[in-house]
Protein backbone atom coordinates (compact mmCIF):
# COMPACT_ATOMS: atom_id res chain seq x y z
CA UNK A 1 0.00 0.00 0.00
CA UNK A 2 1.29 3.52 -0.83
CA UNK A 3 1.86 6.07 2.09
CA UNK A 4 -0.59 8.47 0.70
CA UNK A 5 -2.83 7.62 -1.87
CA UNK A 6 -5.66 9.91 -3.73
CA UNK A 7 -8.08 9.06 -6.31
CA UNK A 8 -6.31 10.90 -9.79
CA UNK A 9 -10.19 11.79 -11.04
CA UNK A 10 -10.84 13.85 -13.22
CA UNK A 11 -13.65 14.72 -11.09
CA UNK A 12 -16.05 16.79 -13.53
CA UNK A 13 -18.31 18.30 -12.23
CA UNK A 14 -20.79 21.35 -13.38
CA UNK A 15 -20.57 24.41 -11.63
CA UNK A 16 -22.45 24.80 -7.82
CA UNK A 17 -22.09 21.18 -7.00
CA UNK A 18 -20.75 19.64 -4.00
CA UNK A 19 -17.57 17.11 -4.94
CA UNK A 20 -15.83 15.39 -1.89
CA UNK A 21 -12.25 13.81 -2.24
CA UNK A 22 -10.42 11.49 0.18
CA UNK A 23 -7.05 11.16 1.04
CA UNK A 24 -5.59 7.73 2.36
CA UNK A 25 -2.36 7.47 4.58
CA UNK A 26 -0.91 4.16 5.80
CA UNK A 27 1.30 6.05 9.10
CA UNK A 28 -0.94 5.67 11.95
CA UNK A 29 1.80 7.92 13.53
CA UNK A 30 0.90 11.18 11.14
CA UNK A 31 0.46 14.09 12.99
CA UNK A 32 -0.13 16.88 10.74
CA UNK A 33 -2.38 17.00 7.29
CA UNK A 34 -2.83 19.49 4.88
CA UNK A 35 -4.84 20.31 1.74
CA UNK A 36 -2.89 21.94 -1.06
CA UNK A 37 -4.04 23.28 -4.72
CA UNK A 38 -1.64 23.56 -7.57
CA UNK A 39 -3.30 24.85 -10.58
CA UNK A 40 -1.92 24.10 -14.07
CA UNK A 41 2.24 25.20 -14.33
CA UNK A 42 2.29 26.35 -10.62
CA UNK A 43 3.62 25.95 -7.72
CA UNK A 44 1.71 24.04 -4.82
CA UNK A 45 -0.40 26.79 -2.56
CA UNK A 46 -1.88 25.74 0.71
CA UNK A 47 -5.94 25.54 0.85
CA UNK A 48 -6.03 24.71 4.58
CA UNK A 49 -4.52 22.30 7.13
CA UNK A 50 -6.46 19.33 8.42
CA UNK A 51 -7.67 19.37 11.99
CA UNK A 52 -8.62 16.37 14.38
CA UNK A 53 -12.28 18.21 15.27
CA UNK A 54 -12.38 19.06 11.16
CA UNK A 55 -12.50 22.60 9.83
CA UNK A 56 -14.38 25.17 7.73
CA UNK A 57 -13.02 27.82 5.71
CA UNK A 58 -15.92 29.60 3.65
CA UNK A 59 -16.68 26.67 0.80
CA UNK A 60 -14.41 24.41 1.90
CA UNK A 61 -14.74 21.74 4.91
CA UNK A 62 -11.85 19.48 5.81
CA UNK A 63 -12.38 16.21 8.26
CA UNK A 64 -9.57 13.93 9.62
CA UNK A 65 -11.07 10.03 10.38
CA UNK A 66 -7.81 8.68 12.59
CA UNK A 67 -9.89 5.23 12.75
CA UNK A 68 -9.63 4.26 8.74
CA UNK A 69 -6.65 7.06 8.58
CA UNK A 70 -8.27 9.44 5.67
CA UNK A 71 -8.59 12.98 5.75
CA UNK A 72 -11.60 14.69 2.79
CA UNK A 73 -12.24 17.66 1.56
CA UNK A 74 -15.99 18.51 1.07
CA UNK A 75 -16.05 22.01 -2.06
CA UNK A 76 -19.63 23.18 -1.95
CA UNK A 77 -21.06 25.78 -4.78
CA UNK A 78 -17.93 24.64 -6.43
CA UNK A 79 -16.84 27.65 -9.01
CA UNK A 80 -15.07 27.79 -12.38
CA UNK A 81 -12.14 28.72 -10.18
CA UNK A 82 -11.85 25.79 -8.15
CA UNK A 83 -10.62 23.80 -11.22
CA UNK A 84 -7.61 22.86 -10.09
CA UNK A 85 -5.69 19.57 -8.95
CA UNK A 86 -5.92 19.12 -4.85
CA UNK A 87 -2.83 17.63 -3.26
CA UNK A 88 -2.77 16.11 0.02
CA UNK A 89 0.15 16.34 2.22
CA UNK A 90 0.66 14.69 5.41
CA UNK A 91 3.74 14.19 7.52
CA UNK A 92 5.27 10.81 8.27
CA UNK A 93 6.36 11.25 11.88
CA UNK A 94 7.93 13.36 14.43
CA UNK A 95 9.77 15.63 11.77
CA UNK A 96 9.45 18.41 9.74
CA UNK A 97 9.19 16.56 5.96
CA UNK A 98 5.69 15.86 4.30
CA UNK A 99 5.16 13.27 2.14
CA UNK A 100 2.34 13.98 -0.91
CA UNK A 101 -0.28 11.85 -2.84
CA UNK A 102 -0.29 12.11 -6.40
CA UNK A 103 -3.34 14.51 -6.45
CA UNK A 104 -7.19 14.71 -7.56
CA UNK A 105 -7.97 16.74 -10.58
CA UNK A 106 -10.72 18.39 -10.74
CA UNK A 107 -12.42 20.11 -13.66
CA UNK A 108 -15.71 22.72 -13.18
CA UNK A 109 -17.84 22.91 -16.05
CA UNK A 110 -20.08 25.91 -17.07
CA UNK B 1 3.65 35.22 0.08
CA UNK B 2 6.52 33.17 1.81
CA UNK B 3 9.11 35.59 0.13
CA UNK B 4 10.86 32.46 -1.82
CA UNK B 5 12.20 32.91 -5.47
CA UNK B 6 13.59 30.36 -7.47
CA UNK B 7 16.29 31.16 -10.42
CA UNK B 8 16.28 30.10 -13.06
CA UNK B 9 12.59 29.45 -13.95
CA UNK B 10 13.60 27.49 -17.02
CA UNK B 11 16.13 25.87 -18.41
CA UNK B 12 17.21 23.69 -21.15
CA UNK B 13 20.88 21.75 -20.82
CA UNK B 14 22.55 18.93 -21.94
CA UNK B 15 23.30 15.36 -20.79
CA UNK B 16 26.02 15.56 -18.99
CA UNK B 17 26.39 19.16 -18.19
CA UNK B 18 26.41 20.13 -14.68
CA UNK B 19 23.45 22.31 -13.44
CA UNK B 20 22.86 24.33 -10.12
CA UNK B 21 19.47 25.62 -9.32
CA UNK B 22 18.72 28.49 -6.90
CA UNK B 23 16.34 29.21 -3.78
CA UNK B 24 16.27 32.59 -2.32
CA UNK B 25 13.90 33.30 0.50
CA UNK B 26 13.93 36.67 2.51
CA UNK B 27 12.24 35.62 5.64
CA UNK B 28 14.52 33.64 7.69
CA UNK B 29 13.37 30.40 7.80
CA UNK B 30 15.43 27.14 9.24
CA UNK B 31 14.06 24.78 7.40
CA UNK B 32 14.48 24.46 3.10
CA UNK B 33 13.38 21.57 0.57
CA UNK B 34 14.09 20.49 -2.98
CA UNK B 35 11.41 18.88 -4.21
CA UNK B 36 10.82 17.27 -8.16
CA UNK B 37 7.60 16.73 -9.59
CA UNK B 38 6.50 14.09 -12.40
CA UNK B 39 3.45 13.02 -13.77
CA UNK B 40 2.73 9.83 -12.16
CA UNK B 41 5.25 10.37 -9.22
CA UNK B 42 4.04 13.77 -7.54
CA UNK B 43 6.15 15.60 -5.53
CA UNK B 44 9.15 13.71 -4.21
CA UNK B 45 12.03 14.95 -1.67
CA UNK B 46 15.20 15.37 -2.96
CA UNK B 47 17.44 16.64 -0.40
CA UNK B 48 16.31 19.51 2.56
CA UNK B 49 18.21 21.80 5.35
CA UNK B 50 17.67 22.23 8.68
CA UNK B 51 20.34 25.19 9.20
CA UNK B 52 22.92 26.40 7.55
CA UNK B 53 25.51 23.90 6.89
CA UNK B 54 22.80 21.23 7.60
CA UNK B 55 21.26 19.22 5.41
CA UNK B 56 20.26 15.47 5.03
CA UNK B 57 19.01 13.21 2.21
CA UNK B 58 15.25 12.99 1.07
CA UNK B 59 13.96 9.70 -1.42
CA UNK B 60 15.46 10.43 -4.36
CA UNK B 61 18.73 12.22 -3.79
CA UNK B 62 21.06 10.27 -6.33
CA UNK B 63 22.49 12.10 -8.44
CA UNK B 64 22.11 15.59 -7.08
CA UNK B 65 23.86 17.44 -4.20
CA UNK B 66 22.92 20.83 -2.52
CA UNK B 67 24.35 23.43 -0.04
CA UNK B 68 23.33 25.69 2.46
CA UNK B 69 25.96 28.72 3.35
CA UNK B 70 23.72 31.49 3.96
CA UNK B 71 20.37 31.38 5.88
CA UNK B 72 18.37 32.76 3.04
CA UNK B 73 20.21 30.60 -0.14
CA UNK B 74 19.69 26.90 -0.91
CA UNK B 75 21.35 25.46 -3.92
CA UNK B 76 20.75 22.11 -5.74
CA UNK B 77 23.36 21.54 -8.16
CA UNK B 78 22.65 18.32 -10.00
CA UNK B 79 26.51 17.27 -10.77
CA UNK B 80 25.99 15.63 -14.40
CA UNK B 81 22.45 16.28 -15.41
CA UNK B 82 20.54 13.33 -17.28
CA UNK B 83 17.64 13.13 -19.51
CA UNK B 84 15.87 11.37 -16.58
CA UNK B 85 16.24 14.42 -14.61
CA UNK B 86 14.05 16.28 -16.31
CA UNK B 87 11.43 17.55 -14.25
CA UNK B 88 9.73 20.71 -12.52
CA UNK B 89 11.76 21.25 -9.00
CA UNK B 90 10.36 23.15 -6.44
CA UNK B 91 12.18 24.80 -3.44
CA UNK B 92 10.07 24.98 -0.02
CA UNK B 93 9.90 26.58 3.52
CA UNK B 94 8.30 25.62 6.70
CA UNK B 95 6.75 27.86 8.21
CA UNK B 96 8.81 29.25 11.77
CA UNK B 97 5.68 30.05 12.84
CA UNK B 98 2.24 28.69 12.75
CA UNK B 99 1.68 25.15 12.39
CA UNK B 100 5.24 23.83 11.84
CA UNK B 101 4.76 21.47 9.70
CA UNK B 102 3.02 23.57 7.29
CA UNK B 103 5.41 24.14 3.55
CA UNK B 104 5.35 27.36 1.38
CA UNK B 105 6.27 26.88 -2.33
CA UNK B 106 8.51 29.01 -4.76
CA UNK B 107 7.55 29.22 -8.33
CA UNK B 108 9.44 26.14 -9.72
CA UNK B 109 12.06 25.45 -12.34
CA UNK B 110 11.41 23.67 -15.31
CA UNK B 111 14.44 21.91 -16.26
CA UNK B 112 14.94 20.25 -19.89
CA UNK B 113 17.63 17.74 -20.31
CA UNK B 114 18.31 16.87 -24.02
Known amino acids: RKEVEQDPGPFNVPEGATVAFNCTYS??????FFWYRQDCRKEPKLLMS?????NEDGRFTAQLNRASQYISLLIRDSKLSDSATYLCGLNAGNNRKLIWGLGTSLAVNP | DAGITQSPRHKVTETGTPVTLRCHQTENHRYMYWYRQDPGHGLRLIHYSYGVKDTDKGEVSDGYSVSRSKTEDFLLTLESATSSQTSVYFC?????????????FGPGTRLLVL
Open chain 1, 27 to 32: NSASQS
Open chain 1, 50 to 54: VYSSG
Open chain 2, 92 to 104: AITDSGGKKETQY
